[in-house]
């Protein structure tokens, strides 16, 4: 196990030539630390090329507790990922993750869940009551931004100003994750927010020597905003707002779905959103689907169900 320390290193920094960002990695160096610590604390100690996937398992089933079914799929996919490292480092001659079953888990509790609009609307209202000049325009920009493109959180972290072609009125977006840099055309009205922003944006940089800071969002101390950072200022505003928020990709869920439902076609909000195949733009379907919805409306069992309550009204 003396070698685990220098092959997580050289993994980790094979990881950064692909260009994760710096919360993925801080995640895998994390996991992959504390599979070691738990490695190296086993009696006997095993060594690194006989560890087995019933010992992989045993380290599975304790970081179970108290934790979702999708988290412990990550885990193991994390280690997956290490094992094929260590095989092409000839450490390993198979990778037993392989064969280790991950937990079944049921799609249908993966559908999207949507932030209905009256919800929306007190997010609103409570960004504007935000105290402080910048802060409250940064609340705005920030649920904007989320809303009105279905950007994802690591996305709106890694925005910077040029980003934003103010005479167009359109966001490039990077491709770091689908492999294909995007431009989204921004309503009116969140071109105007942005527009509000900027001025505010810049104060602050005067204010705190950061001049030469590239980042569109950025904090206090004139650096840019964390996917953290970003997800605490949300977070804290549905807690004022007492709206029920789970995740800022919530967002993105109901940005598609609204889109969907107001008449946008499925490749229109592929594009938006920047999947890669319309077939992941079609989940939305079960949570907005307006031609679904036409179609029921000319149900001959409407015409029926009419007639019906029209006789029982005239009855009584």
Known sequence: ????????????????????????????????????????????????????????????????????????????????????????????????????????????????????????????????????????????AVLSLLYGTGLRRGELERLNLEDWKREENVLKIDGRKSGCERSVPLAEGIGRCLEAYVPYRQNQLEGSGTHGEAAFLI???????????????????????????????QFRHTCASDLLEHGASLVEVQQVLGHKGVSTTARYLHVADPERARAMSKHPLNDYLKELIAKQDTSL
């Open 1 to 140: 196990m003396r070698r685990w320390d220098s092959l997580v290193d050289s993994y980790m920094a094979q990881c950064e030539t692909r260009g994760l960002s710096q919360e993925t990695l801080k995640a895998r160096r994390s996991e992959l630390d504390r599979v070691g610590c738990w490695l190296k604390g086993r009696r006997p100690k095993p060594k690194l090329e006989e560890v087995e996937g019933q010992l992989l398992i045993k380290y599975l089933k304790r970081r179970a507790h108290f934790r979702s079914k999708a988290t412990l799929a990550g885990i193991s996919s994390q280690l997956r990922c290490f094992g094929e490292y260590l095989l092409e480092q000839g450490v390993w001659l198979q990778n037993p993750m392989r064969w280790v079953k991950g937990p079944r888990l049921d799609p249908r509790g993966k559908l999207p869940r949507r932030i209905g609009a009256e919800h929306l609307r007190k997010l609103w209202d409570q960004a504007a009551q935000v105290r402080g000049h910048y802060q409250r325009q940064l609340a705005v």
């Open 219 to 249: 904090n206090k101390q004139g650096k840019r905003l964390s996917a953290q950072s970003l997800g605490l200022l949300v977070h804290r505003l549905a807690r004022r707002a007492q709206v029920p928020l789970v995740s800022l990709h």
